[in-house]
């Protein structure tokens, strides 16, 4: 089983939707996804990641699907700047940081973020369970074997998010040292042992190489 995080086109925020710099973005990245190929394509429902997305559902000819959970977090706290873009400088300093398990404490946004958290990690489990990748503590267990390759287009803050959760990671430390560029893509497999259990490799982060198909996103991609 593979799955592929996939950040939305540069953004025009105002609008809702990608740049022309953004469908550039897109069109390369759908070109590079053609030789991968997708079994499943997932999607927010805001309109940056359905613009980006519908570049590559044409160009693979997949259907995709809107999962609400994929939305990106939007908090009630105005702090001026996005969660996951917070100064991280005063954090590390402190002598003990958060283990995976209590990130949310002496992290000051982190109560409002705790239920955004537990959003996105059941939304994601129970599309898992779909493919036959029972949540089971820490691990999965495996129903059925899956070969399937799928992909979600979101948002930078809800992909980190959810990286946090499937690597045990705590989550304000993934926010200080992670980035998620406009279309870049992370790449997990699931990695399946003898004792009928399933855990997530993290195999590529951010991974940008599509962007070597810029210049010909531009010119008509051939059927």
Same mark, same amino acid.
């Given at each position: 089983m593979e799955v592929m995080l996939i950040r939305h086109a540069d953004p025009n925020y105002r609008e809702d939707t990608i740049t022309e710099r953004g469908r550039r973005e897109a069109e390369a990245l759908a070109l590079s996804l053609r030789h991968r190929g997708l079994d499943d394509l997932y999607v927010s429902p805001l309109g940056r990641a359905q613009e980006t997305c519908r570049y590559i559902a044409e160009a693979l +000819? &997949?259907?995709? &699907? /809107?999962?609400?959970?994929?939305?990106?977090?939007?908090?009630? &706290?105005?702090?001026?700047?996005?969660?996951?873009?917070?100064?991280?400088?005063?954090?590390?300093?402190?002598?003990?940081?958060?283990?995976?398990? +209590?990130?949310?404490?002496?992290?000051?946004?982190?109560?409002?973020?705790?239920?955004?958290?537990? +959003?996105?990690?059941?939304g994601f489990d129970g599309l898992m369970e779909d493919y036959g990748y029972r949540k089971f503590g820490n691990l999965y267990k495996l129903e059925r074997p899956s070969d399937k390759r799928i992909a979600l287009v979101a948002h930078g803050g809800m992909i980190m998010t959810l990286l946090a959760y499937l690597l045990h990671w705590p989550l304000p430390l993934v926010y200080i040292h992670c980035t998620i560029? /406009? /279309?870049? &893509? /992370?790449?997990?497999?699931?990695?399946?042992?003898?004792?009928?259990?399933?855990?997530? +490799?993290?195999?590529?982060?951010?991974?940008?190489?599509?962007l070597a198909y810029l210049d010909e996103a531009i010119r008509p991609v051939s059927p």
């Amino acid at each position: 089983m593979e799955v592929m995080l996939i950040r939305h086109a540069d953004p025009n925020y105002r609008e809702d939707t990608i740049t022309e710099r953004g469908r550039r973005e897109a069109e390369a990245l759908a070109l590079s996804l053609r030789h991968r190929g997708l079994d499943d394509l997932y999607v927010s429902p805001l309109g940056r990641a359905q613009e980006t997305c519908r570049y590559i559902a044409e160009a693979l +000819k &997949v259907r995709p &699907v /809107t999962l609400d959970w994929l939305r990106e977090i939007q908090l009630e &706290v105005d702090l001026g700047y996005a969660p996951w873009d917070f100064p991280g400088d005063d954090y590390l300093s402190r002598s003990h940081l958060p283990s995976p398990d +209590k990130w949310w404490q002496g992290f000051e946004i982190g109560e409002p973020l705790k239920p955004h958290f537990l +959003k996105i990690a059941r939304g994601f489990d129970g599309l898992m369970e779909d493919y036959g990748y029972r949540k089971f503590g820490n691990l999965y267990k495996l129903e059925r074997p899956s070969d399937k390759r799928i992909a979600l287009v979101a948002h930078g803050g809800m992909i980190m998010t959810l990286l946090a959760y499937l690597l045990h990671w705590p989550l304000p430390l993934v926010y200080i040292h992670c980035t998620i560029d /406009t /279309t870049g &893509v /992370t790449r997990l497999i699931w990695r399946e042992f003898d004792s009928g259990y399933a855990i997530p +490799k993290l195999m590529e982060l951010n991974d940008l190489s599509h962007l070597a198909y810029l210049d010909e996103a531009i010119r008509p991609v051939s059927p």
